[in-house]
Structure formats: structure tokens, C-alpha cells
DNA sequence: ACATTAATTATGT
DNA sequence: ACATAATTAATGT
């Protein structure tokens, strides 16, 4: 059920890990080499907590394979979900936002592989590594654009045009073209969605087995297909461009 | 226009 | 067999 212990690679992790990720494709293969003996790498298993929420941030890591989900709980036990992490990215860079602890918990949605780096080392990698701080600085960005609009449509939308928001993003994000459509990559579930769009499992489910009914989804245990997105964009409330 | 409650059924180990 | 997930209807605000 819980992780496994930090270790270093007793393998040379490869450099075409690294290679191809925005905060380092700049970077030359003495850098990368650099930064991958730096890191520890480890396995966790869905479910599991990556880092909790408020615990001192002693690392900052990357996103190897696998999602998680970045996840707040309030005084009454309830879940929110912020958003989720596809691989590739960086996740728990409290030290780019000037924290000293975690702002939130990141639990893994798969089985996911990170590498980590002691805070510590991040003035280093935003002075010695060209391209790494302006990278990190855009997905910092991206993802705080895409929680104000969640609280937009929070504040604003209707329940069904913010699941079918929400989903846009998750295939977006994290899709995956299969014959039947385009499949959210990780599993999720009524539960999972409606706590990303402040709503019930019970609304979920019926709105979702109605646009079955309609062909514009298909979904089975933690799994969503979306099969006509452009149907979901027209009930997202998104204006269409003149 | 939604939540809540509750009962029931399906699905994965 | 058991826990977790999903469905559905009825009722409440």
C-alpha cells in the first residue's frame, strides 16, 4: 500500500529520460547527466501520497510515468481536487513559489514514477540550467490560469457545463485516442469528478449516464471515453468565436 | 436546479 | 466473500 523507500538509481537512470522535457531540452548532455546523478528516483502506488499538504518541502520532483492528482482536504474531512499532473511535468515546486511546505497533497492516480531533488538544489537548477526557470515558471502559470477559471466557472457555470469543462481538460490533458474515442488516460471516478467540480457523485453519474444515452460519452468503472467532443463543447457554455 | 438519503446492483480483487 | 464503484428513485431545499 505505501511506497517505496527513496534510493538512488543503482542503474544510471538514461539521459533520453530528461532530453525531450521542456525545463531541460536546452540543456546539453553533461547538464542533463549532472542532474539525473542528482536525483532519486522512486515508485509509488496509485493511491499512495507522493507528499502531504503543510509537510516541510524537502524535495521537488518530476513526474516520470504515470498521473497524479494534487488534492486539498477541508476541516470536515471533504476532498477538493486542484488538478491533476500528466507525466512530464514537474510536481511539489513549493520553492518556486517561495514555500517552505507543501501547499497541497499529491497522491498518485497510477502507479507513478518520480524523480526527486532537494529544495535546496533549486537556485541552482534556476541559475546553472538555461531554460529551467522560465519553463517552470509557465506551467506554474499554466496551472494557476486553469484554477481561476475553474473558480470562474465555479462561481458562474451550472453543474453540467462545468463536468463537461472539466472533462475537455482531462482529455486535453491527459487523453488518449483509442477506437471508440478519446479516453481519459488515468482512472477516475464519479466521486473524482465531482470533487473537481464542487458537485455530487449522484449528479455525475446521471449526467453521464444521459450523455451515454446520447452517444457523446462512453464510460465504464473509473474510465471515460469521450466520444464526440465537439457535442460536449456546445454544452460547456464555451462562446464560440465569431 | 440542484443535494440528500437510501436502496440496489455491478465490478474488481 | 468482500470492498469499492455506479445506478436509480424518491424526497428535500
Same mark, same amino acid.
Given at each position: /500500500? ?26 546539453? +548532455? &553533461? ?17 499512495? !501520497?507522493?507528499?502531504?499538504? *503543510? ?42 513559489? *517561495?514555500?517552505?511546505?507543501?501547499? !497541497? ?41 486553469? /484554477? ?27 487523453? &488518449?485516442?483509442?477506437?471508440? %474515442? ?7 471516478? &464519479? ?6 467540480? *464542487? ?27 469521450? +466520444?464526440?467532443?465537439? !457535442?460536449?463543447?456546445?454544452?460547456? %457554455? !464555451?462562446?464560440?468565436?465569431?
Amino acid at each position: /500500500m505505501s511506497s517505496q523507500p527513496a534510493r538512488k538509481p543503482q542503474f544510471r537512470l538514461d539521459e533520453s529520460l530528461l532530453t525531450d522535457l521542456p525545463p531541460f531540452s536546452r540543456l546539453d +548532455r &553533461r547538464q542533463i547527466r549532472e542532474i539525473l546523478d542528482l536525483a532519486v528516483s522512486r515508485r509509488h502506488d496509485a493511491g499512495s !501520497a507522493i507528499f502531504d499538504e *503543510g509537510a516541510q518541502a524537502e524535495r521537488f520532483y518530476l513526474l516520470l510515468d504515470g498521473h497524479v492528482r494534487v488534492v486539498r482536504i477541508t476541516e470536515t474531512g471533504e476532498q477538493v481536487i486542484a488538478l491533476h499532473i500528466p507525466p512530464g511535468q514537474l510536481l511539489g515546486i513549493a520553492p518556486a513559489i *517561495g514555500r517552505e511546505t507543501y501547499p !497541497a497533497t499529491a497522491v498518485a492516480a497510477t502507479e507513478a514514477i518520480t524523480l526527486g531533488w532537494p529544495v535546496r538544489l533549486w537556485p541552482d537548477f534556476v541559475c546553472d540550467y538555461d531554460g529551467f526557470a522560465t519553463e517552470t515558471y509557465k506551467t506554474v502559470g499554466k496551472r494557476i490560469g486553469e /484554477m481561476n477559471t475553474r473558480i470562474m466557472e465555479l462561481a458562474t457555470q451550472q453543474v453540467e457545463q462545468r463536468i463537461a469543462n472539466s472533462i475537455l481538460r482531462l482529455i486535453n490533458q491527459s487523453g &488518449r485516442k483509442t477506437d471508440e %474515442g478519446i479516453e481519459i488516460a488515468f482512472p477516475i471516478t &464519479r466521486q473524482d469528478l465531482s470533487e473537481l467540480t *464542487g458537485t455530487t457523485l449522484h449528479t455525475v453519474s446521471r449526467l453521464l449516464s444521459a450523455w451515454e444515452k446520447q452517444g457523446l460519452v462512453k464510460s465504464a468503472r473509473r474510465k471515460i471515453v469521450v +466520444r464526440d467532443a465537439h !457535442a460536449l463543447m456546445l454544452l460547456s %457554455g !464555451a462562446q464560440p468565436r465569431h
